[in-house]
C-alpha cells in the first residue's frame, strides 16, 4: 500500500506540537555545582521530555545542563534566607517569558529578546523532592529552622530558637 502524505491539520498540529517543545514553564533539576558567591546553580533536568515523530514513534531526549542559573532565596526588606546548596539536591526551574540575562547584570527595562519562555530565562528555587524524602522534623503549626539530620543546638534551645 501507498502512504498518505500528512494531511495540513497534520502538519500544522505536528508544527505547533514541535514548537511547543521549546517553550518551557517549570522543571525539576539535580544540582550538579553551587557558586555559594554569585549564588548560581549549574542544573540538569531531571525528566527526559518525549518527542514524537512524523511517523508516529516517540523517542526520549536529554535536556542539555543549564549553567549559571541564578537561585532564588527568599529576600525582601533587608532580610534574606539562604542555604548551603549542594551537588545533587534539587531545584525547581522556573522560565522566565524572556531572557534575564541584560537584566541580572543592571541593564534592560524591557523584553529585548523575541524568543519566549526558553531555557535561558531559568531561575532555580531550592527545596524540592520527592516524596519519598520529606522534612523530618516539620511542623503542622510552628515555623521550623533545622536540618535534616535534626535541629541545630540543643533540646532546649531548638525548641526556643528554632521554632517561632
Same mark, same amino acid.
Given at each position: 500500500?501507498? $502512504?498518505?502524505?500528512?494531511? @495540513? ?17 517549570? &522543571? $525539576? ?19 527526559? /521530555?518525549? $518527542? ?32 548551603? $546548596? ?17 537584566? &541580572? ?5 524591557? @523584553?529585548?529578546?523575541?524568543? /519566549? ?43 526556643? &530558637?528554632?521554632?517561632?
Amino acid at each position: 500500500t501507498m $502512504i498518505q502524505p500528512p494531511t @495540513l491539520v497534520e502538519l500544522l498540529k505536528q508544527a505547533i506540537e514541535t514548537r511547543l517543545l521549546d517553550v518551557h514553564t517549570a &522543571l $525539576i533539576a539535580k544540582v550538579e555545582s553551587y557558586d555559594a558567591q554569585k549564588q548560581q546553580v549549574n542544573v540538569s533536568p531531571v525528566l527526559k /521530555r518525549r $518527542i514524537k515523530s512524523l511517523d508516529g514513534q516517540w523517542a526520549s531526549e536529554q535536556l542539555a545542563m543549564l549553567c549559571d542559573v541564578p537561585v532564588l532565596f527568599p529576600r525582601a526588606g533587608g532580610y534574606f534566607i539562604s542555604f548551603p $546548596i549542594q551537588s545533587g539536591d534539587f531545584v525547581q526551574l522556573i522560565f522566565n517569558e524572556s531572557s534575564i540575562d541584560e537584566w &541580572l547584570l543592571g541593564g534592560a527595562s524591557s @523584553l529585548n529578546s523575541p524568543d /519566549r519562555f526558553t531555557l535561558q530565562g531559568a531561575v532555580a528555587i531550592p527545596g524540592v523532592s520527592p516524596e519519598s524524602k520529606p522534612i523530618n522534623g516539620a511542623h503542622e503549626k510552628n515555623l521550623v529552622a533545622g536540618k535534616e539530620e535534626g535541629l541545630q543546638g540543643s533540646s532546649a534551645q531548638a525548641q526556643g &530558637l528554632a521554632r517561632l
